[in-house]
């Protein structure tokens, strides 16, 4: 018997031979850490996607990195309509070097 989550989440990573899912029901947060190993690492980044149920019957779905609110959607169940918004607008970055 397969469930409805109103977030599915598609992890892709090289490291599996295939791509792992799952579904969300209220929030997903996940810690990403850099280093060398499981006692080498360090805090890198936070990203949360969480869903907020509103009076009226729309769902607000929610997409932080680092608790910094990124981009939005509102989805109207009675008119199957989706508005997304980006709140952050992310320029290209030029490769560093790190002597």
């Known amino acids: 018997m397969t469930q409805s989550y109103p977030v599915w989440v ?3 990573n090289n490291s599996y031979k295939s791509n792992k899912s799952y579904g969300v029901r209220d929030y997903s947060v996940n810690h990403y850490k ?5 006692k080498n690492s360090y805090d890198f980044i936070k990203t949360e996607i969480k869903v907020l ?3 009226d019957g729309t769902k ?3 997409f932080e990195v680092d608790d ?3 981009k939005r959607a509102v989805y109207d169940p009675k ?7 980006h709140l952050v607008w992310f320029k290209s ?3 560093v070097e790190i002597d």
């Open 93 to 95: 970055f030029e490769p």
């Open 34 to 38: 850099v280093g060398t190993s499981a």
């Open 10 to 12: 598609t992890n892709i």
């Open 60 to 62: 607000v779905y929610v």
């Open 79 to 85: 008119n199957k309509h989706c508005e997304i918004e």
């Open 53 to 55: 149920d509103q009076p």
């Open 68 to 70: 910094v609110e990124i």
